[in-house]
């Protein structure tokens, strides 16, 4: 009896250990995988190369948040940048400068503590040519009601719808108006922008080129970016009718000019006043005017410009006998010092000189500023958008 219940308890003994698994001592195994990382996508991609620095550039994770997120250029230092409210999209606050290396760095977190850090580098795009560009009217000037807006630029734009999408104007007033390229000979090109009508008085004009990062076409890109802010003034419009042989100013609808004057000698072409409106640029107490053509040089005073054709407003007691009566001069109005000179106190940059009745118009081979000479529908067709 004894003997068999040995025998019993040790083969109990045996099966359970026949059940145990493992070394003595040692946890079961688990097949479980790894938590995934958390999802992080930035751009452009890793490693791109040539990346304009207004090409869309940011960071972002879809199944956490960012703890942190930077961006450094070498050269350059630490970019400034957003992150949105939720944490999840990081952009950088401008464009990015022409020729360095950014690299990521950061860290996005998913619920449970799973992280990811935020890697990868990219290199803008080093330009053979950037181009300059000057914006005028410049800041803080009051200008006259038929003033444009012109950008001038230092070499040829070829990809003009591209940087005309860069160009922003802004105005207290609403106002109509359009950009119109027009031909260039500095070898650049320009682009000026105008109302439909004269402005408003009073309109405050507020203008932005972001052009730092913009591809010009044929190589090219933009330098900086430019702004300027003025204000158009008073309303002050000279009407000149050639065969009244006087010239009127009128200031806010009300006339406060009309005196005697002296217009290009219809005869001969070359010195007709042109038709049109001419618009002032600007003004020399004293000027001195030359002609190898008609063999004079002369000094003359109170002279206000109105075109790049040598076309101005100016005083000349050498035509007084004539002011008021006949046309005899070379182009310019001739005025008596006295009238001249009370012009010239009044004239701002941006004034419309509204010369009629002769027989030559004003037309682009006249100047920089003949966009009153475009009718409205031609002017918009010569927008590259």
């Given at each position: 009896m004894g003997r068999a219940l040995v025998a019993l308890l040790s083969g109990l003994l045996v099966v359970l250990a026949a059940c145990g698994s493992g070394a003595p001592g040692t946890a079961p195994t688990s097949s479980a995988p790894p938590p995934p990382p958390v999802e992080v996508a930035v751009q452009p991609a890793a490693d791109a190369t040539d990346v304009g620095p207004r090409a869309p550039i940011?960071?972002?994770?879809?199944?956490?948040?960012?703890?942190?997120?930077?961006?450094?250029a070498e050269p350059g230092g630490p970019v400034a940048g957003t992150l949105s409210p939720d944490r999840k999209h990081w952009t950088p606050d401008g464009p990015l400068a022409y020729g360095a290396t950014y690299t990521w760095g950061g860290t996005a977190t998913a619920p449970g503590g799973r992280t990811s850090p935020v890697t990868g580098s990219f290199r803008t795009v080093a330009p053979t040519d950037t181009?300059?560009?000057?914006?005028?009217?410049g800041?803080?000037?009051?200008?006259?009601?038929?003033?444009?807006?012109?950008?001038q630029f230092s070499a040829p734009v070829t990809d003009k719808a591209t940087v005309e999408r860069a160009l922003r104007v802004r105005t207290s007033v609403p106002t109509d108006g359009?950009?119109?390229?027009?031909?260039?000979?500095d070898g650049g090109s320009r682009v000026h922008w105008r109302p439909k009508e004269y402005w408003t008085p009073g309109t405050q004009v507020d203008v932005s080129a972001d052009l730092l990062g913009v591809p010009f076409g044929d190589g090219a890109w933009g330098r900086e970016n430019l702004t300027t802010s003025f204000r158009i003034g008073r309303s002050q419009v000279v009407r000149a009718d050639v065969n009244s042989f006087r010239m009127v100013v009128e200031r806010d609808g009300q006339?406060?000019?009309?005196?005697?004057?002296?217009y290009g000698l219809d005869s001969d072409p070359n010195r007709t006043t042109r038709s049109g409106i001419h618009v002032v640029t600007e003004k020399f107490t004293d000027k001195r005017m030359t002609s190898a053509q008609y063999g004079y040089d002369l000094i003359e005073h109170w002279a206000v410009r109105i075109s790049n054709n040598g076309e101005f407003i100016h005083a000349n007691p050498a035509s007084s006998g004539a002011q008021g009566s006949s046309n005899v001069t070379h182009g310019c109005i001739n005025l008596s010092t006295a009238d001249a000179q009370a012009f010239y106190d009044t004239a701002l940059y941006g004034d419309p000189v509204e010369v009629t009745g002769s027989g030559v118009d004003y037309s682009a081979g006249d100047g920089d500023i003949y966009d009153w000479a475009i009718p409205w529908t031609e002017w918009q067709r010569m927008s590259a958008l």
């Open positions: 940011g960071a972002t994770t879809t199944d956490g948040t960012f703890t942190d997120v930077t961006l450094t181009v300059r560009a000057t914006l005028n009217p800041d803080d000037r009051e200008v006259g009601v038929a003033a444009p807006i012109s950008i359009s950009w119109a390229w027009l031909p260039d000979q006339q406060v000019m009309d005196v005697p004057a002296s």
